[in-house]
């Protein structure tokens, strides 16, 4: 048996300090790296930060079947990682940052275990344009799947554009993602495991069977409709989507900012 609470706290120290680390050496199971994710996360809300919903991963069929994955993963958001649109983020609070761009949910009510799509749907609140900035904490983004679910899946920062009508039909809605006016990548939503929806209804499910179902206000990430894209110092990233509009953030230039151990 791995030592659950040495293998969080390395983490956590990894993130809180934007410190690269090596790959993880210890074999550990599955569900062994979903609770070095939960003490590690245990450790930031014991800090003062706030679980508010949940971020999916590995919600490309093609990249599931690549890695040999029957469910996709999971990790927690807080809101220390919730970055206001159009604001600034601290590009020394990160190891090597790489964004993606997403739908977000925000629920209006509860949502636990099985659900259908349509009662999925119909506890909404909103659907957003969002990026998610993902930060392994491991060396040169290199991980294994057990790594990357113990690094709380990779997910460092998100922000979430206008709330939108939760009605929008969100199966094939187009994304353009640009870094300084130019146009990085192109996609649909239907990357995302064909429709969004079946995102949030995974998220019910994982959230539930974790003992931490979905409440009302939390949001929940469902996973990147294009590959992700690198970060640096002084850019500025917007995301499009057909229908729900736009979403964008700055990087400080690495100059004039310092991070706070």
């Not at 994710?37 to 599931?64: F, P």
């Not at 040999?68 to 649109?85: K, Y």
Request: hydrophobic share 45%; net charge negative; proline share 5%.
């Amino acid at each position: 048996m791995s030592d659950i609470s040495a293998l969080a706290q390395r983490l956590d120290d990894a993130a809180r300090t934007a410190t690269g680390v090596p790959q993880l050496e210890e074999t550990i199971s599955v569900e062994e790296a979903y609770a070095v994710q939960a003490q590690s996360m245990q450790l930031r809300y014991d800090r003062g930060e706030r679980r508010i919903g949940l971020k999916m991963g590995m919600t490309s069929r093609a990249k599931m079947a690549q890695m040999g994955l029957e469910d996709l993963i999971w990790g927690r958001l807080t809101d220390a990682m919730l970055v206001e649109d159009g604001g600034k983020i601290n590009f020394n609070g990160f190891v090597h940052p790489r964004v993606e761009p997403e739908i977000a949910f925000l629920l209006g009510a509860p949502l636990g275990g099985s659900v259908t799509p349509m009662a999925a749907r119909a506890a909404l609140a909103g659907v957003a344009p969002a990026l998610e900035i993902i930060d392994s904490r491991y060396h040169n983004f290199k991980f294994s799947l057990t790594d990357v679910i113990a690094d709380n899946s990779s997910s460092s920062a998100f922000v979430t554009g206008p709330w939108a009508d939760p009605s929008i039909d969100l199966a094939n809605l187009g994304f353009i993602l640009n870094i300084d006016g130019v146009a990085r990548q192109i996609g649909s939503s239907a990357a995302i495991l064909g429709n969004p929806i079946r995102s949030l209804v995974a998220a019910a499910r994982l959230a539930a069977a974790a003992g931490e179902p979905l409440q009302a206000g939390d949001v929940v990430m469902a996973g990147g409709a294009t590959a992700a894209e690198a970060l640096a110092p002084g850019q500025h990233v917007c995301l499009e989507v057909q229908k729900l509009g736009r979403v964008e953030f700055h990087i400080q230039p690495k100059e004039n900012v310092c991070l706070e151990k």
